[in-house]
């Protein structure tokens, strides 16, 4: 069986953690965040319940993977970015 390559990565502000895992194709987006073993490279992340995205699009766990794929985690939002524009627009602009 062959294999593919893909890159798993999980951004903090300021850093990223990327892991390159090579695995036996057919292989899915949980197999390769599994095989990477990032939930033990970061504790404090709640790599388990991250929304996953392959280049941007986001996909289920079970996602067949690609040679190349970059499988991105996901952190949740502290602010949501429409509430954080209304509060800049509604705010006096200075000069």
Known sequence: MSE????????????????E???????????????SGIAARLPGADIAGA?????????????????GDRIELYRRLIADPKARRRRRSASPRTS
């Open 4 to 19: 593919i390559t893909v890159t798993v990565v999980y951004a903090l502000p300021g850093a990223a953690t990327e892991i």
């Open 21 to 35: 895992v090579r695995l036996v194709e057919g292989a899915t987006v949980a197999e390769a965040i599994e095989r």
């Open 51 to 67: 929304p996953v995205g392959i280049f941007g699009k986001r996909v289920r766990r079970d996602t067949m993977l690609g040679d």
